[in-house]
Every structure is written in structure tokens, then in C-alpha cells.
């Protein structure tokens, strides 16, 4: 396979975007991406969209070729794909894939949602699309029910308290104030947290990511590609070291305990294995951290601390920009959003952004990130690490 | 690229299946496709699930894990692929594409609708997500408004009458008749297509293509992994010569000309290239006659039949078993049914059995065939060429 290195990105912000369609969305982000990139849209071989709930949301289906239509892009594959949350890393690798085969030497990954536009009932009933609803539905468990669950099996075995995992609400909502793509910054106190709405018992609504619009995109070339650009781009190449995706089960009677989700393990270890790298090379990452109880499941899952440590580390600080390892310094879903499909190319647009050493909420030095990516409950993730040239 | 074969195929009967979960069809199709292949389901290095509207009509996604989950496949990359009704040939093409790029060296591809169930408004509605709404919405265009449309511009440009049509129509449903996967073979009458209901003149309820439940599914693997199962399998291997995808305009009016499908072309052009034949080289086709005047033009577009003769061809016999090229011997889309997502590997299901010699409705001596699945208003398109291996 040969060497893939990303060198444009784009982003709407995520919030809400009621007057603007999907696809509106999906091609400013793809125009911003390809503007930077200085590619020629002409030498674009495919495109991969990511996206979720677009039809039962928004009536809209074959997004893939109505955005490629609207941008001109030529004659070329273009392809949803869907796995739920995890769409948009979904699409994210398969466009590396396409330009590591050498099946094409550019190619486009894009994500993207609306969500905002519904009733809540039926957002709520879209998302559940992402259940196994065979399995799941009887026990009339529900997403919230299901980090409900990881949330008190993880207290009973590690000792993880209510501040712990108030401290990571903290940090995102704090991050989240430093990034202007962010949808709902904020400086809250842990009785703020405690106190706010009971969604699912211990689960309050600081504990949950928005609903939110938004989309990101980015382009993706060979290493011959990066090499003729070199002269005309306007800040530092990418490397994508490894983009993995993987899968666990669908449902969550399925998973042997809920602290871990197997998905996330192996894509991580496959990830480090195929760069070459070990969780300590890791200077930040963007996590799935749709309700705050994920982003202490996911630290672990990932080795970036230690099992049972999570909400230790947080409290601590030692997740914050500027600790041990610098997690969701982008406000993460809980406080940048979470458009489903656009998910996953956001997290890249962030860890781009920090490994060109632009971002608005820098980590020092950061010369390697990662991006994760879990879909449903567990069924689907993706795991990508990236590495500054600088 | 490395060279594909398919290996094992399955496939569920096309029409009602109403008692069955969506995603029990695509499991049945792919046990079956697995069992023949006597590939170890522990070797399968991904799978692409095809599926259109399962989100809006079942409230179902991430049906690509699930279905993996209950198949107890490996933790693999699991993909729901998405281009509105050539959803089935992108997860054909992709599966190719993993095992032609080395990245995996067995694959599954499935393609899965189930439709009958949901009230007609509500599947029509789930239908029109494959339009370009915000450009064709505001013109009140239709599928079989766009459809009625080509087949006024063909005539009026080719000569080509609705006894043309009718024979297509005759056809096909009578090649059903032989089909026992098929949905609605019938020996119809000129004057009972023409006598039926209409739909959107001069389009007649025969001239459509039915609602459909069902799955299909092929097991595709390297060169290497064929010719090690040469000892345990039953059957002929069949080779992917070329398994190619397209986009042209998503909208109605972004056609230059109705009576054309550029996807369609290229694809076909590509593909010739990839495989090193001529549309002369082809036994047959399974094509995408979503409406009966779709059969024409895309015969056409294919190079199989001198443009502006797709009428007269199929009146003359020459598109029959036995004729110059036999289109449709499975009854195709009209015949055998339109299960959306599954319609492209059933086309892969049906052009494998005629290449292994043991199609219920055999082509004598063939060898090469094609499949041709085409998407929304033309925005998607994929074609492939397989050879059978005597």
C-alpha cells in the first residue's frame, strides 16, 4: 500500500444550521477542503460521503453523487457509506484506501448531517436506526441506557465517581470555548453538571452530546501528488500512518462487559501496529465521546491510560491540553457537536489542524494525533493515526 | 490490481417476504453464498452490505455489523454502501476492489431491500430519496415521469412504438416464467400491457418493475484462495474481468439528452477497456430495466444494440434466450423484481449461474456476460464483466 498524506481540509461549524441543505453544507465543506488543497478538481478520482440518517431525516438519499455533481467533479465513483456514528471515519478510510491501492492518486472524504430541522422524536427515533433493534429493542435499553449501564459497571469496578466524570464534561465544555466550530462551549461547575437534567440515571444532560447540522471534509493524495503540491500549498503535509476499521457487536447484550468496547481495542491496536507507533507517541486525540462516560471508556480502550483510570486522569488533568496526552482539545462531541455523519472528518479536521500547529486550542509541539470513531453500540469504529511533516 | 473470481453465490426469492427481518434475508443469502463457496467464514477480510432505504422503511442501519454479527463473520471491516438502486453493484464493485487491491483476499459482497411491508405512500416516498429533490422536486418530475419522458424523446427521435416496448415487456415476464426466484413472470398480451393501468403516459403498470423483498449475496476471493478451493468446489469458477463504477447527473434536467445515460456509457466503455472485449464478446446481460423503456436505452448506452434499435431488437427476437445477446433472461427488474438494494447482486447471482451453465433459463454456450445497475436519475451506475472459467 503507498503512502497517503492530506493536504486540504474543510468544516462548516457544527450547531445549527436550519436554513441550509444537507448537500449545501456537505459541498461548502468539500470547496473549502479542495480550495486549500489546490488540487484541481478535474484530478479528483472519488468521492466517499459519510453520512447516517439523511434519508429518514431529510427525504435525501445518493448524497454521494448530487455533491460531486454540484462541485463538477468529473466522471468518478462516488459512494455513501454508513456505519452509523462511525460514518464519517468510514469514509475517511475508505478514501485513503482508494489512494493507498493506487486504484486513484486524489481522492475526497466527506461528512455530513442535519438534524436540528426535526422534532425530537423523530431525531430520536432516527438515531435509534443505529440499534439492533431485534435484539435491543425488547429490552427497551436505549443509547443513554447503554452508557448508563458502562457508566455504573465502571463506578462498581474502578471506584469511578460523579466528579470524575464531571471532570470530563468540564474539559470538553472548557476546550469547546476555544474553538469557534464548537457548538456549545461553556465554563460549568460540577453542581452545574450534577444538577442539570436526569436523562438516564447517573446520566445528566451535560453528560450528552448536542444534536447538531455540520459537515467536514478532506483531501486525501498520493505521495506523488504531496510532492508536486509542495510548492503551492500553504502549510505543512499530513501523513495518514494508519486508518483502521473494525467491528464489534451490534447489540448490547452482545458485548462480554460493558467498560470495553471490542471494536475500539482492536482498531487501536491494528492502528498502532500499522504506523508503528505506541500509545505513548500519541499527543492528542480526538475521541467519540457522545455522552462523557465514552470518552473514559474510550481513553482505555484506546492504551491511552490505563484501564480503570479514565476518570482518574481527567480529574486530574492529565487529559487536558497540556497533560500526559491531550484529549478532544476540540470541545469533542459533547461540546463541538455531533452532525453523526460529519463526525468522524471533524475529528480529523481538528488533529489536522493541531498537527499543522494552527489550531485554536493548541497542544504544544504536537507532532502525532488520532482520530476514533464508534458507531451504534460498538458495531462499528474507526480508528486513524496522523503525523505532522513539519 | 490482482485478478477477483466469485466463488460462491446466494440469493432469497425476489417478492414477498413480509414475515422475515431485513436483515435475515441478507443472513440467508450470505450463508448460502458462504456455504458454496467453501470459503472458512473465519477468512472473510470484509464485507459491503448494499442497501437503499432500510433506514426510512425499517428503521434499521449499520445492517452491514449486524448482519456480520449474526453470521459470527470475524472483526472485520463491515460497510453499508449507498448509491439509491445500484446500492447492490457499488457493494459488488467494492468487495472486488478489496480483494483486487490486496488488501484482503476474500470478501463478501450482499445487497438486501425488504418494501412490501410499508404502506404504498411511504415506500413511494422512501423511493423519491433517490431523486435530486431540490432541483427535480420543485418540477413535480417523477421516476416515471423522467421514464415517460425518455421513452416520448426515444420515440420521437427512433420511431420506436409502443408494440417495441410491449415486447420488451413480453419478454421479460415470459423469461420469469422460467425463473424460479422471480417475482412475476407472466405470458402477457400486447393488448393486456396496453390495456393496463396507466401509470404516466405512456408508461402502463406493465412497463414497471414490481415492489420488492429480497437479498442476494456473492463471495468473491483472490486468485490464489481459487485456485486452493479448486478441490472443494461443486462448480466452475467465474472471473471478474472488470466491476466498474460511474456517476452522471443527479438531476433530470442535468441530462443533455433523456434518450442517454452518460453513467451508463462510460461505464461500459471502462469496462470493456478493463476486461479486453467488445460488446460483441457478450452472451449476456442482466440490465436495468426499472421501467420497460429503461431496458431499451440501456441496451443502447451498453453498446450491445445500434443506438435508436433497442425496440426494434427486442421486437425482432434478437434480445431473447437464443438471440443476438440475451438481455434479461432472469426476467430482469420487471420480471424478476426490484428488491432495490439486492438488485445489483442479483444480477451478479443470476450472470454467475448462466456462466456455470446451470441458469433455469440457460444462454447455450455462454461465457462472458454482463450486469448493468443504474441509479436514481442516472447519478450512479456501476457495470461488470464476468467470464466463466470451463
Not at 469533542?332 to 452532525?339: F, I, V, W
Amino acid at each position: 500500500m503507498r503512502d497517503v498524506y492530506i493536504v486540504g481540509i474543510g468544516s462548516t461549524t457544527f450547531g445549527r444550521h436550519a436554513d441550509e441543505s444537507i448537500e449545501s453544507l456537505a459541498v461548502g465543506a468539500v470547496v473549502d477542503a479542495l480550495i486549500e488543497s489546490t488540487v484541481d478538481r478535474g484530478d479528483i478520482g472519488a468521492l466517499y460521503l459519510g453520512n447516517f440518517i439523511s434519508g429518514p431525516l431529510n427525504g435525501k438519499e445518493v448524497l454521494a453523487g448530487i455533491v460531486a455533481d454540484r462541485i463538477g467533479l468529473p466522471n468518478v465513483p462516488c459512494t455513501k457509506v454508513e456505519g452509523a456514528c462511525a460514518s464519517g471515519g468510514i469514509a475517511f478510510r475508505h478514501a485513503c484506501m482508494a489512494v493507498a491501492s493506487g486504484e486513484v492518486n486524489a481522492a475526497i472524504a466527506v461528512g455530513v448531517e442535519t438534524m436540528t430541522h426535526a422534532p425530537t422524536k423523530q431525531t430520536t427515533a432516527a438515531l435509534n436506526c443505529a440499534m439492533d433493534n431485534e435484539n435491543d429493542g425488547p429490552s427497551g435499553l436505549t443509547f443513554p441506557g447503554l452508557f448508563g449501564l458502562a457508566w455504573r459497571m465502571h463506578a462498581d469496578r474502578f471506584g469511578t465517581t460523579r466528579e470524575h466524570v464531571s471532570a470530563v464534561v468540564r474539559k470538553n465544555k472548557g476546550n469547546g470555548l476555544h474553538n469557534p466550530l464548537a457548538q456549545m462551549g461553556a465554563e460549568l461547575s460540577d453542581a452545574t453538571i450534577a444538577d442539570s437534567l436526569p436523562i438516564c440515571d447517573p446520566i445528566q444532560l451535560y453528560d450528552c452530546c448536542p444534536t447538531s447540522d455540520g459537515a467536514a471534509a478532506v483531501v486525501v493524495v498520493s505521495k506523488a501528488v504531496a510532492e508536486k503540491l509542495s510548492a503551492t500549498l500553504k502549510h505543512p503535509l499530513v501523513q495518514v500512518l494508519a486508518a483502521v476499521q473494525t467491528r464489534g457487536s451490534p447489540s448490547i447484550g452482545g458485548h462480554a462487559d460493558l467498560i470495553s468496547f471490542d471494536a475500539t481495542v482492536v482498531a487501536a491496536q491494528r492502528a498502532y501496529e500499522l504506523a508503528g507507533v505506541s500509545a505513548q507517541d500519541i499527543d492528542l486525540v480526538e475521541l467519540h465521546d457522545c455522552f462523557s462516560i465514552a470518552e473514559v471508556i474510550d481513553s482505555e480502550d484506546l492504551g491511552l491510560v490505563p484501564r480503570g483510570q479514565g476518570g482518574y486522569w481527567a480529574h486530574e488533568g492529565r487529559t487536558a491540553v497540556g497533560g500526559d496526552v491531550a484529549i478532544n482539545a476540540s470541545g469533542g462531541l459533547l461540546a463541538k457537536g455531533h452532525p453523526v455523519g460529519a463526525t468522524g472528518l471533524g475529528q480529523v479536521f481538528e488533529v489536522v489542524s493541531q498537527l499543522r500547529h494552527t489550531h485554536p486550542n493548541q497542544v504544544q509541539n504536537a507532532r502525532i494525533g488520532m482520530t476514533h470513531n464508534l458507531g451504534g453500540a460498538g458495531v462499528a469504529c474507526t480508528v486513524s493515526i496522523l503525523r505532522g511533516v513539519q
